[in-house]
C-alpha cells in the first residue's frame, strides 16, 4: 500500500501552473471562487487562453484588479479544420448519432477547435508545456470549499501524474455517441505496437477538473500516441474527448499507482455547471445569483 504524504506550504513550491480554456463570463466566478478556497493561500500563477478575442478588456481589467493582477490572459489564433477533414465528415453533420440530433449543431464547431487543443496540441504549447504539472479548468468549474492542502505538491511527493476530480465509467450512451472508432483505432495502435493494454475497454476516465504530471506528455509514447489519434481525424469527425484519449494513453503505458481520485465531487469541493448562467444570455445577473447564494450558503 503506498502511503500518502500530506505536505506543508513552507515546503518548496511545485513547479505548477492552473490553466483555464475560457470562453464564457462565467469564468470571472470561477476564478473568484478558485482564490477564495486555494489560490489566495497557494499562489500559483494562473493562465487564460481563448481562441480569439472572448472577454473585453473591460473584463479583463476588472478581474485583474479584483482577483489577481498577475492572472495572464493569451488570445490564440483562431484554428482550422485540418486540410484533409471534408465538411461532410465532421461531427456536427453526423445526424444519424443522436447526441449530434439534439445537442450538436453546426454553431458548436469551436468545441472541436477546443478538444483538438486540450486533447494534444496543448501540451506542445510553450506557456504549458514548461511546467511540471498542470490543473487543466473549464470556465464552468466551480471550487465552493476550501482544499485544505497544496494539490500540487500532494502529486509530487506521491509520485502521482494524473489527478482526477472524480472517476467514471466511459459506457454511457451520449459518452459512447462521442467515442466512436475511437477503441478500434486504439486497439489498431496497440496491435502495431506490441503493447500490453493495462484495465478494461470501459475501463474509468478522469473527470474535469484533471491535474497534469507534463512528464507523460514529454517522451515518444506520447508523441506516438497523439500524432495517432491526430492524424486519423476522430476529434473532428466524432468529437472524441480529451479525456478518453489521455485515458486510453495511460492504460497502455502507465500503472494505475501513478493515479490519484481526489474524489471532490462526491465531497463536493468543487461544482460542474449546474447553476444555470454558463453562457452568455445569463450573464451577469446570474452570476450576482450565485455569488450572492455563496455568500449565505459557505461564508
Given at each position: 500500500?503506498?502511503?500518502?504524504?500530506?505536505?506543508?506550504?513552507?515546503?518548496?513550491?511545485?513547479?505548477?501552473?492552473?490553466?483555464?480554456?475560457g470562453?464564457?463570463?462565467?469564468?470571472?466566478?470561477?476564478?473568484?471562487?478558485?482564490?477564495?478556497?486555494?489560490?489566495?493561500?497557494?499562489?500559483?500563477?494562473?493562465?487564460?487562453?481563448?481562441?480569439?478575442?472572448?472577454?473585453?478588456?473591460?473584463?479583463?481589467?476588472?478581474?485583474?484588479?479584483?482577483i489577481?493582477?498577475?492572472?495572464?490572459?493569451?488570445?490564440?489564433?483562431?484554428?482550422?479544420?485540418?486540410?484533409?477533414?471534408?465538411?461532410?465528415?465532421?461531427?456536427?453533420?453526423?445526424?444519424?448519432?443522436?447526441?449530434?440530433?439534439?445537442?450538436?449543431?453546426?454553431?458548436?464547431?469551436?468545441?472541436?477547435?477546443?478538444?483538438?487543443?486540450?486533447?494534444?496540441?496543448?501540451?506542445?504549447?510553450?506557456?504549458?508545456?514548461?511546467?511540471?504539472?498542470?490543473?487543466?479548468?473549464?470556465?464552468?468549474?466551480?471550487?465552493?470549499?476550501?482544499?485544505?492542502?497544496?494539490?500540487?505538491?500532494?502529486?509530487?511527493?506521491?509520485?502521482?501524474?494524473?489527478?482526477?476530480?472524480?472517476?467514471?465509467?466511459?459506457?454511457?450512451?451520449?459518452?459512447?455517441?462521442?467515442?466512436?472508432?475511437?477503441?478500434?483505432?486504439?486497439?489498431?495502435?496497440i496491435?502495431?505496437?506490441?503493447?500490453?493494454?493495462?484495465?478494461?475497454?470501459?475501463?474509468?476516465?478522469?473527470q474535469?477538473?484533471?491535474?497534469?504530471?507534463m512528464?507523460?506528455?514529454k517522451?515518444?509514447?506520447?508523441?506516438?500516441?497523439?500524432?495517432?489519434?491526430?492524424?486519423?481525424?476522430?476529434?473532428?469527425?466524432?468529437?472524441?474527448?480529451?479525456?478518453?484519449?489521455?485515458?486510453?494513453?495511460?492504460?497502455?503505458?502507465?500503472?494505475?499507482?501513478?493515479?490519484?481520485?481526489?474524489?471532490?465531487?462526491?465531497?463536493?469541493?468543487?461544482?460542474?455547471?449546474?447553476?444555470?448562467?454558463v453562457?452568455?444570455?445569463?450573464?451577469?445577473?446570474?452570476?450576482?445569483?450565485?455569488?450572492?447564494?455563496?455568500?449565505?450558503?459557505?461564508?
Open positions: 500500500m503506498v502511503e500518502i504524504i500530506m505536505n506543508n506550504i513552507d515546503e518548496k513550491k511545485t513547479n505548477a501552473l492552473i490553466w483555464y480554456m470562453v464564457r463570463p462565467c469564468l470571472r466566478l470561477s476564478l473568484e471562487l478558485l482564490y477564495k478556497n486555494f489560490n489566495n493561500k497557494y499562489k500559483y500563477p494562473v493562465l487564460v487562453t481563448t481562441f480569439g478575442k472572448q472577454y473585453s478588456k473591460r473584463f479583463i481589467k476588472k478581474i485583474h484588479q479584483e489577481d493582477p498577475n492572472i495572464k490572459f493569451i488570445e490564440l489564433p483562431k484554428p482550422k479544420v485540418p486540410a484533409h477533414i471534408k465538411e461532410k465528415e465532421l461531427f456536427y453533420n453526423r445526424k444519424e448519432i443522436e447526441y449530434v440530433r439534439k445537442s450538436f449543431p453546426k454553431s458548436r464547431i469551436g468545441f472541436l477547435y477546443v478538444d483538438q487543443f486540450v486533447a494534444g496540441l496543448a501540451m506542445q504549447y510553450p506557456e504549458i508545456r514548461k511546467y511540471d504539472y498542470v490543473l487543466k479548468m473549464d470556465d464552468d468549474h466551480f471550487f465552493i470549499k476550501e482544499f485544505g492542502f497544496d494539490i500540487f505538491k500532494f502529486m509530487e511527493d506521491n509520485g502521482k501524474l494524473f489527478g482526477a476530480f472524480a472517476m467514471e465509467k466511459a459506457d454511457s450512451k451520449r459518452q459512447r455517441d462521442c467515442q466512436i472508432g475511437l477503441r478500434d483505432l486504439a486497439k489498431e495502435y496491435k502495431e505496437n506490441n503493447i500490453q493494454f493495462q484495465g478494461e475497454w470501459d475501463s474509468l476516465v478522469s474535469d477538473p484533471t491535474i497534469w504530471g512528464d507523460i506528455f517522451n515518444k509514447n506520447w508523441e506516438n500516441w497523439w500524432n495517432y489519434v491526430d492524424q486519423s481525424g476522430g476529434i473532428y469527425k466524432y468529437r472524441w474527448g480529451d479525456l478518453e484519449i489521455h485515458a486510453l494513453y495511460m492504460r497502455m503505458y502507465y500503472p494505475d499507482s501513478v493515479w490519484h481520485d481526489f474524489d471532490y465531487y462526491n465531497k463536493e469541493v468543487v461544482k460542474h455547471s449546474g447553476y444555470g448562467m453562457h452568455y444570455s445569463w450573464t451577469l445577473k446570474k452570476l450576482q445569483s450565485l455569488k450572492r447564494f455563496l455568500n449565505e450558503e459557505i461564508i
